[in-house]
């Protein structure tokens, strides 16, 4: 399906605060996918809710998305080229007509993503440190079915939530809902939440954030060979291989950085936050 061109994705994602993109992915590979998430629920405990970490590490078809050919060249044109795989999150909220808390979480207050305490703000405005692309799995075209709830904009002014109940409605809010294969982009410091499930639709979205390199990842504290195996030039750097002076998250030389290749933009600002 046709998207709109990469500077106006660019514009409208700084303005909303996301981007939802459309048949993104083949029903063949969403297919594949869930085959993958299949396996790796049936070593999970049972439960109403699933929230795994590493999920790269868990299965090569998740693996893939670390450059995912559709989505890599537009997350360079937004957080610059000196990145890294940050998260990879796999979500999973079975039906719960009663709305009932697990301690793997089933349902997820508003909040904004990040470290505790919290990155700095100025004029209580958070920079964007790092973004999420997030692969629907499932039918999530109707609100209501776990979707994720985010309120446009507010990663650009001050804003705080005067509740933190995901049932009750804030001002401005929208549930985001796709069909299998679209994806959906976002910055930490939008404000988001995860609703509870209460329809007969299983939610199931694949999370794979990117950061500056220099900040550490979530995942791991370093890749593993299993993940490195193979892998693309592109794909090393997204796994913090670039060179083994530290130093030189901070100051790669552009033969360190290959995603530099695609990104159009001011090199000044390239792979910083901003």
């Not at 697990?102 to 305490?117: K, Y």
């Not at 939440?193 to 220099?214: D, E, K, M, V």
Request: net charge negative; charged share 20%; glycine share 8%.
């Amino acid at each position: 399906m046709d998207q709109p061109s990469v500077p106006e994705l660019v514009r409208q994602f700084h303005e909303d605060g996301y981007l939802l993109l459309k048949g993104v992915l083949s029903p063949e590979k969403v297919g594949r996918l869930n085959a993958a998430i299949d396996s790796i629920i049936a070593e999970e405990p049972e439960s109403l809710a699933y929230n795994i970490y590493n999920s790269v590490e868990r299965h090569e078809e998740i693996a893939s998305l670390i450059d995912e050919p559709t989505i890599l060249p537009l997350m360079v044109q937004l957080l610059g080229y000196n990145i890294q795989l940050h998260i990879s999150h796999l979500t999973i909220r079975r039906p719960n007509p009663q709305g009932e808390t697990t301690s793997s979480q089933s349902f997820i207050n508003w909040h904004q993503d990040g470290p505790h305490p919290q990155f700095p703000r100025l004029g209580g405005v958070t920079s964007t440190y790092y973004i999420k692309s997030c692969y629907i799995l499932s039918d999530m075209s109707e609100p209501n079915r776990g979707n994720t709830k985010i309120v446009p904009g507010s990663h650009n002014k001050p804003f705080q939530p005067d509740h933190q109940n995901v049932d009750d409605l804030l001002p401005g809010e929208i549930q985001v809902c796709g069909e299998p294969g679209d994806v959906f982009l976002f910055p930490q410091n939008l404000w988001h939440a995860g609703a509870p499930n209460r329809s007969n639709h299983t939610r199931r979205q694949l999370f794979l954030g990117y950061s500056p390199i220099w900040i550490r990842p979530i995942d791991y504290r370093a890749a593993s060979e299993k993940l490195l195996k193979d892998a693309s030039p592109y794909r090393k750097q997204l796994l913090g291989i670039i060179d083994d002076n530290p130093f030189k998250y901070y100051v790669p030389s552009d033969t360190m950085v290959p995603l530099k290749q695609l990104y159009t933009g001011d090199p000044g600002t390239g792979g910083y936050a901003h």
